[in-house]
């Protein structure tokens, strides 16, 4: 994994929250402090979760502001609820919010890409606020066990990839 504020370079450690984060293997995240910061619930950031939009939107979220790029190989896998700020990219990479069975959420503000043959996995919903942009490329694959909600008059979801929607509770990863 490599991190700095400009996104190049190793380090040896938990990246911060504002941290440009580049994944080249498997990352897990199982607790919403796992950035070194607390987590926070996304109705208390603003512009990104109406209460009314979510069930999610009053539990705790591990919360990212810097970057997240996955690359070929690499995995960003979580067991809690997903708030990201800055920017995701999905080089061929694979992004899971799964949490064996409970409601588990991703609430996208910034801009996230899915490019190649990435893959973005969501056990429960998948909520695009305030500005947010979801593209999904020709090749790539989402799939969102229940909800997809636009939560914002600029929330944009596009692409010409496979948005799969499936309510019979029986993803598994």
Known sequence: MSNSGSGAGEFD???????????????????????GSAGAKPNTISGICSPSAS???????FRQVGTITV???????S??????????TLNDG???VLDGGNNTDLYVLGRFDL???????????????????LNVSETAI?????????DGDDAI?????????????????
């Open 13 to 35: 450690g938990f990246p911060g929250r504002n941290d440009n984060v580049i994944i080249d293997h498997i990352v897990t995240v199982n607790n919403v402090a796992d950035n």
């Open 55 to 61: 069930d999610g939107c009053t539990n705790n979220a």
């Open 71 to 77: 690359n070929s190989g690499g995995a960003f896998n």
């Open 79 to 88: 067991s809690v609820w997903v708030t990201t700020i800055g920017k995701v």
């Open 94 to 96: 694979t992004f899971t």
């Open 115 to 133: 490019l190649g043959t990435s893959t973005l996995r969501v056990s429960e919903t998948l909520l695009l606020g305030g500005t947010a942009l």
């Open 142 to 150: 989402t799939e969102i066990r229940d909800d997809v909600i636009l």
């Open 157 to 173: 979801l596009c692409g010409r990839g496979t948005l799969k929607i499936d309510d019979t509770n029986n993803m598994s990863e």
